[in-house]
C-alpha cells in the first residue's frame, strides 16, 4: 500500500460580509478529483425466500469539497447507504472509491484503519462515549490510530476552537444539550482531517433553531475548509443548504436540479 498524504490543518477563514450560505461559488473552483466513488452498490438481505434488495445497482461520484445531502423517507435505504459509504457494511456487490482507494479491496482486519483515517461520521443520536470529556471524545479517532494522549487531546482543542465549541471541554456528555453534544460530534468528525464526512439524519433530534445552528456549520467547514460533506436526511429544509440533492427511492438515486 503507497503511503498516504499528510492531512493540512490550516485556518479557516471568515466569509466575507453578505455572502450566502448558498452561495459556494465565492469559494473557486472545487477540486474535479472525486474524493468518493461508488459504482453499482447493490444491498440485498435473504431470509429464507425472501429477497430484500434495499440498494440497487446505486452510482454516485463526489467531488472534493461538495456539501450533498441524499433525500428520502424513514425505510428507504439512506443510512445503509451511508455505512457502505463509510465501510461500515459491505455491499453485496459493487466497488467504493474513496480517497482513490478501492475500500472493499482491504481485508477486515485493516478496514477500520482505513476507515479512521479516510472518514468522519456523525450520527443522528451522536454516540459520545458518557464516561469520557467532550475534549476526550473528541480526541478518541486520534486516540485509536495510536497517536499520544498529549498531542492528540491538542489536537483534539484545536478542532473545537475551529467550529467555535471550547467552553465546555471538561463536561461530559450528559452534562450537555443536543445542540452542544451535536457540535462535538462535528469536531470528532474533523479531527482527523478525513477525505469525507458523512452525517446520518444529523439534525434528527434537535429542534429547528439548534437545527439550522448545526447546518449552518456544516456549510461553513465545507465552504471554507473545502470538507467533503454527504448528509443523509429526510429533512428538506436541511437538504436545500446542499450544493448538490438527490433523492433516493425504491433502492436507487436520482438527481435534483439545483435552484
Known amino acids: 500500500m503507497s503511503e498516504e498524504k499528510q492531512w493540512s490543518s490550516g ?12 452561495d459556494h461559488s465565492t469559494t473557486g473552483p472545487l477540486d474535479h478529483s472525486p474524493v468518493l466513488q461508488a459504482t453499482d452498490i447493490w444491498r440485498v438481505f435473504e431470509t429464507g425466500a425472501e ?7 446505486v452510482d454516485l461520484e463526489v467531488q472534493r469539497g461538495e456539501f450533498l445531502a441524499i433525500l428520502g423517507p424513514s425505510g428507504t435505504g439512506k443510512s445503509t447507504l451511508l455505512h457502505v ?23 477486515e482486519s485493516r478496514l477500520h484503519e482505513l476507515r479512521n ?19 476526550e471524545n473528541v480526541a478518541m479517532p486520534l ?27 471538561t463536561h461530559r456528555p450528559a452534562e450537555l444539550s443536543g445542540g452542544e ?11 482527523n ?30 465552504s471554507e475548509r473545502n470538507m467533503t460533506i454527504l448528509v443523509v436526511t429526510h429533512n428538506q429544509a436541511v437538504a ?15 438527481e435534483e436540479s439545483n435552484h
Open 181 to 191: 453534544q451535536a457540535r462535538a460530534a462535528v469536531a470528532r468528525a474533523l479531527v
Open 193 to 222: 482531517e478525513p477525505a469525507v464526512i458523512l452525517a446520518d439524519e444529523p439534525t434528527g433530534n434537535l429542534d429547528a433553531t439548534t437545527a439550522a445552528a448545526l447546518v449552518d456549520l456544516m456549510v461553513r467547514l465545507s
Open 85 to 107: 459509504l463509510g465501510a461500515l457494511d459491505r455491499p453485496t456487490s459493487g466497488r467504493v472509491l474513496l480517497d482513490s482507494l478501492d475500500v472493499f479491496s482491504y481485508p
Open 143 to 169: 486516540l485509536v490510530a495510536g497517536m499520544a494522549r498529549t498531542e492528540a487531546l491538542v489536537r483534539a482543542h484545536k478542532a473545537l476552537e475551529e467550529i467555535g465549541f471550547v467552553s465546555r471541554l
Open 240 to 254: 436545500d443548504r446542499a450544493m448538490r440533492r438527490l433523492h433516493l427511492a425504491e433502492g436507487r438515486l436520482s
Open 11 to 22: 485556518p479557516v477563514h471568515q466569509c466575507p460580509a453578505g455572502s450566502s450560505a448558498h
Open 51 to 57: 429477497r430484500l434488495e434495499i440498494l440497487r445497482g
Open 117 to 135: 483515517r479516510k472518514v468522519g461520521f456523525v450520527f443522528q443520536f451522536h454516540h459520545l462515549l458518557s464516561e469520557f470529556t467532550v475534549l
